[in-house]
């Protein structure tokens, strides 16, 4: 086992397996399909029993919550319903992480709601009216927020430039168990 991976390479074998599973879905016989369900879902319950009884017998909330912040970590601990850390405050320290190019070019962004998934922002001086920046912001504000909250549903800007609001779904759907 390669013990190098990185959250890039995660989130492409995350992506690989769920192709695979969709084509097993798709082109298997009802059967085969049931037994490769219930392989994938005993492995997860498996692999999520011990994760929950390794953060137990570590017991420090805060060494915990260090280690969900690297991207590899955070991300299997999003996969199987640990990470110490909800929704909302991730997406807070997304935007904070996007706080200096954003200010850079003169924009801000204010969360407004996370409802059930979707986050709701809304951004301001963003670019100077130039189209190109105010896109580019757009991006760099989509990106902190799934490299930080990639079970983010969807994510809607509003803004004062005079470009249309965009409405961003998620990129990679991550298939979360249901413990």
Request: with cysteine; aromatic share 2%.
């Amino acid at each position: 086992m390669n013990a190098s991976i990185d959250s890039k390479d995660f989130q492409q074998r995350m992506a690989n397996i769920e192709t695979l599973l969709q084509e097993v879905q798709k082109d298997a016989d009802a059967r085969s399909r049931q037994r490769t369900t219930a392989i994938v879902q005993s492995l997860m319950d498996l692999h999520a029993a011990a994760l929950a009884k390794m953060l137990a017998a570590i017991g420090d909330v805060a060494l915990i919550e260090r280690l969900a912040h690297d991207d590899l970590i955070g991300s299997v601990l999003l996969l199987y319903g640990l990470h110490p850390l909800d929704l909302e405050t991730r997406v807070r320290q997304a935007l904070e992480q996007a706080g200096p190019l954003l200010r850079s070019h003169g924009g801000t962004v204010d969360l407004v709601s996370v409802t059930d998934g979707m986050v709701r922002l809304r951004l301001s001086g963003n670019g100077r009216g130039c189209p190109s920046t105010a896109l580019t912001l757009r991006s760099a504000i989509e990106d902190a927020i799934y490299a930080r909250a990639p079970d983010v549903t969807g994510i809607e800007i509003a803004g004062e430039s005079d470009a249309a609001d965009i409405k961003m779904g998620p990129r990679v759907a991550l298939p979360l168990i249901h413990a």
